[in-house]
């Protein structure tokens, strides 16, 4: 092989590195004229698009007034390669009468240059020209040199119709994304937290607020009252809602893994850890991070979360480096953070740090006119997936009404889709599930048992304070007699004589 052909053959390999390296349309075409001067000693060159009934110069090299230069069908040396589809070279280009010299190139030419042109073609159709300026020593590199740039144009073709095809994908993806945005945005605006209470119309009115400010948010609440949901809210609600919203479940991913999970590594940061990987606070740039079940965060995190929300930056396991990041933080619990602060499994720093503002999502059963709405909305959802037109009967209604929901909408949602699975037609009390129904014998919530160990407590130190006097304890207390008496056998408390 002669050396000539090891040149051309390298040429080729190093343009067709550059195409599939996924550059931007227009920095690829300069890389691969920059490569045409560096290996082919080209000068000067370009490449032309169609766009309508001529070629635009869409990249060029070594040109002094390419910008928006276009030639029509026949027009020039390019023109007439655009026209005809096979190449076409000029020697002594400046004497040609075919050079039109639209770039002004003529004046930087020698007169011995030569003008080569090849078309870029995909299939039969001709898409674009390759046009080059450049002295040759012999006739026989000429030859040589036009078969390379033949085979450039080709390569150049197939680029230019991958490039369209993923022009393509990309808007129809950029398309499905702006819908997917659109119903993320409608399901989970404000109007997807349903109620007409007094508590509920608060609380999106708080929402709507807080939303349009930065600052941190800690969601409090019951189980299924709703927590994600209004966290999702505030994010849709919120100037960032073009950006992500990621979800991290603290109670969900095991101690080991949360640290990961929240900051990501570096690539061999630890055994397994084959290559680097975005946490979710980096993830979440740009846009809302969501910290569920905050109460369960480890101890061991909680400094390192408290590090990250001062600093606004963090840094991944196994990096020298930290990371900026620009993220709203929203946390949510269902339980009390105070509690644990005094117990000391929460840090009191990290408390007043997401507790910026506070939000109270109400119990079921602190907004009961919030029912009928909810079951009417769950019921016709319902309906609808299953394809059926179950009815509640007044008598069940009114049990249901009556209910305490201990687990929340989440418990009411849950109840009414069994109903509408169960049952054809209308539900009667009889089709309600056993605790629904007798509600004398429903679990006690969890306040009413805190406020009987209170009153248990407060029994037994004022019988310690009086040496057991029952008479002066119920004095102390407030009670009469019957009522320390009755209260004392209810709870079981031992009374000492001495
Ligand atoms: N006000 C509401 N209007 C409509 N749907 C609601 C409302 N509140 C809660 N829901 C629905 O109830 C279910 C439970 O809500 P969500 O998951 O937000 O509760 P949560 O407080 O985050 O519960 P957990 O503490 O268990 O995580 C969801 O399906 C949610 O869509
Ligand atoms: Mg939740």
């Given at each position: 092989m002669s050396t000539l052909r090891l040149r051309e053959l390298s040429v080729v390999n190093e343009i067709t590195r550059v195409l599939t390296q996924g550059l931007p349309f227009r920095k690829t075409l300069s890389e691969v004229l920059k490569i045409l001067y560096a290996y082919m000693g080209v000068e000067h060159s370009f490449v032309a698009f169609k766009d309508q009934n001529s070629v635009k110069i869409a990249s060029s090299f070594g040109l002094p007034e390419p910008e928006g230069v276009a030639f029509g069908k026949g027009e020039g040396i390019t023109g007439r390669v655009f026209s005809r589809g096979i190449p076409v070279v000029i020697p002594r280009v400046k004497e040609?009468?075919?050079?039109?010299n639209k770039t002004g190139i003529g004046k930087f030419l020698s007169p011995d240059a030569y003008a080569l042109a090849v078309p870029v073609k995909v299939g039969s159709e001709i898409k674009g020209v390759l046009t080059v300026f450049k002295e040759f020593e012999s006739e026989e590199s000429v030859e040589k040199f036009l078969e390379t740039l033949s085979i450039i144009g080709n390569t150049l073709g197939l680029f230019f119709k991958l490039s369209e095809k993923l022009e393509e994908e990309r808007m129809r993806w950029e398309e499905e994304k702006r819908m997917l945005t659109m119903e993320l945005r409608e399901r989970y605006s404000?109007?997807?937290?349903l109620g007409k209470s007094k508590a509920i119309k608060n609380l999106v009115e708080l929402v709507q607020k807080i939303a349009r400010t930065d600052s941190t948010v800690l969601i409090l609440g019951e189980s299924g009252t709703g927590k994600s949901l209004v966290a999702k809210a505030i994010h849709y609600e919120s100037p960032r809602r073009d950006g992500p919203f990621i979800t991290v479940n603290c109670a969900a991913i095991p101690e080991s893994l949360l640290e990961a999970e929240l900051f990501g590594y570096e690539k061999g940061a630890f055994t397994g850890a084959y290559s680097s990987k975005k946490g979710k606070f980096e993830l979440a740039d740009g846009g809302t991070l969501f910290l569920d079940?905050?109460?369960?965060?480890p101890l061991s995190l909680q400094a390192k979360l408290l590090r990250a929300l001062q600093e606004k930056e963090i840094e991944p396991l196994g990096s020298e480096k930290t990371v900026k990041v620009d993220v709203r933080i929203v946390a949510a619990t269902n339980k009390d953070l105070r509690k644990l602060v005094k117990e000391g499994k929460f840090r009191e720093d990290l408390y007043y740090r997401l507790n910026v503002v506070e939000l109270r999502v109400p119990p079921l059963r602190e907004r009961r006119e919030d029912v009928p709405l909810l079951i009417e909305y769950y019921l016709r959802q319902f309906n609808e997936k299953y394809q059926k037109r179950v009815r509640i009967s007044p008598k069940a209604m009114k049990l249901l009404l009556e209910?305490?929901?201990?687990?929340?909408v989440r418990e009411l949602a849950n109840l009414v889709e069994r109903l509408v699975i169960l049952s054809d037609g209308e539900v009667g009390p009889e089709d309600l599930p056993e605790h629904v129904k007798k509600r004398d014998e429903a679990p006690r919530g969890e306040l009413p048992k805190l406020i009987e160990e209170t009153e248990k407590q407060k029994i037994i130190e004022a019988l310690e304070k009086t040496g057991y006097v029952k008479s002066r304890a119920a004095k102390l207390l407030g009670y009469t007699l019957r009522q320390l008496d009755y209260r004392i056998k209810k709870y079981n408390i031992e009374v000492k004589r001495f």
């Open positions: 040609s009468n075919l050079f039109a404000l109007r997807g937290i079940e905050i109460g369960d965060l209910y305490h929901w201990p687990g929340n």
